[in-house]
């Protein structure tokens, strides 16, 4: 069974985004070990200089690194990522799994994105899409695509 993991920078505040991602959480007890593991975000003020920016991805980064599971396949969400469909995804997974990778570790960064380091880590680099969406969303868009890829692969209904 493959184990997900999604390490992601901040804590989720409004209790309905905690609420979709504990459902997507149960459902994916049936096709894998899901966890979602938090760290601190960094304290910019208002209008940070690149500087500043810079070192808060620094220190995210490291923070992020040092949650991957030992020999996890890191995917990162990032802007420079390649978009895939649903079908893609599970195939991603599904992938993953044949090559003996028994870990899926996938990174949603803060809302100044990822560090270099981190990028340079992933063996994949994801793109939700061109739009920009709160870090809280993208967190429940996927954990959704993720249960949505497990049901893909499974050949259930839930995907149409």
């Not at 905690?18 to 959480?25: G, K, S, V």
């Not at 420079?80 to 992938?95: H, I, N, V």
């Not at 990778?101 to 380091?117: K, N, R, T």
């Amino acid at each position: 069974m493959l184990n997900v993991t999604i390490i992601c920078v901040g804590k989720l505040k409004e209790k309905y985004w905690t609420d979709a991602c504990l459902e997507y959480a149960k459902r994916l007890r049936s096709f894998c070990s899901f966890q979602i593991v938090e760290v601190e975000e960094e304290k910019l003020p208002d209008a940070p200089s690149p500087a500043q920016i810079r070192n808060t991805l620094e220190k995210e980064g490291k923070r992020i690194l040092g949650k991957l599971p030992k020999g996890a396949r890191l995917i990162a969400l990032c802007i420079e990522g390649k978009q895939r469909s649903s079908p893609e995804l599970a195939k991603l997974l599904s992938d993953l799994a044949v090559e003996g990778c028994s870990h899926a570790a996938f990174v949603i960064g803060g809302s100044w994105g990822l560090s270099d380091e981190v990028k340079a880590a992933a063996s994949v680099k994801l793109s939700m899409s061109e739009m920009t969406f709160p870090h809280q969303l993208a967190r429940v868009m996927l954990c959704e695509q993720i249960y949505r890829a497990f049901q893909i692969s499974s050949g259930g209904k839930y995907h149409k």
